[in-house]
Structure formats: C-alpha cells, structure tokens
C-alpha cells in the first residue's frame, strides 16, 4: 500500500514537497514514481526512482524544477517542488511497478498506486 501527502495549495512560485510511503518493504526489483492528472487531463509521468541504484528520471518540463530523492530505511520517496506554476495544479500519485527501463515513464507500466494528494497551484 503506498500513501501519498504533502499536497496542498501554494502560490505561483512557491514550493511543495511530497512524500510516499509503502507499507511494505520496496524490493530492489521496483521503481517507486511519482504521476500527477490536472482536470480533464491524463494521467502523465513526472518522475521515477529505480529503487536499486537510485537512478531518477524526469519528465523534461520539469526538470530544475522537481526533484526525486528516497529514503530506502523509511521506504519512502519524495518529491520536492519548487518555483510551482498554476499548470502543476494537479493530483500527485505515487506508484511501483517494475517498468523496464523503456517504459519507465509509461502508466501502464506500474502495478500498485497510492490515492494520491491534490497540489493547487493558485496565481
């Protein structure tokens, strides 16, 4: 199970920083990332972290802006947020799975999801 917080509503320009915890252990075969779905959107990639080596990846707009750390002793992930704009007003979710590393930033490629925290950015 994977539980997803930090949401909340910021001002253009502010930051947010996100957590997910899984209630089991993560084993080193999984990649924890992080998706988010504006209104009326669809569900796109943001970032994924391969739970072994640690290796991140980005979606390109946010790269510099978005940053994916983990705390393996605490199974958790994060993701900090910084200089929000109102098109990063969305709901955050956390998933695992075990993508292969061309469908990292692929939905289908991830089996568990957290319910996700709501971010609004507001101008």
């Known amino acids: 199970q994977l539980q997803a917080s930090g949401g909340g509503l910021v001002q253009v320009g502010g930051s947010l920083r996100l957590s997910c915890t899984a209630s089991d252990y993560i084993s080193s075969s999984y990649t924890m990332a992080w998706f988010r779905q504006a209104p009326g959107e669809e569900r796109e990639f943001v970032s994924a972290?391969?739970?072994?080596?640690?290796?991140?990846y980005y979606a390109d707009p946010l790269k510099g802006r978005f940053t994916a750390s983990r705390d393996k002793a605490k199974n958790t992930v994060f993701l900090q947020m910084n200089s929000l704009k109102p098109e990063d007003t969305a709901v955050y979710y956390c998933?695992?799975?075990?993508?292969?590393?061309?469908?990292?930033?692929?939905?289908?490629?991830?089996?568990?999801w957290g319910k996700g925290t709501l971010v609004t950015v507001s101008s």
């Open positions: 998933a695992s799975g075990r993508p292969i590393l061309s469908s990292t930033r692929n939905v289908e490629a991830y089996t568990y």
């Open positions: 972290i391969r739970w072994s080596g640690g290796n991140i």
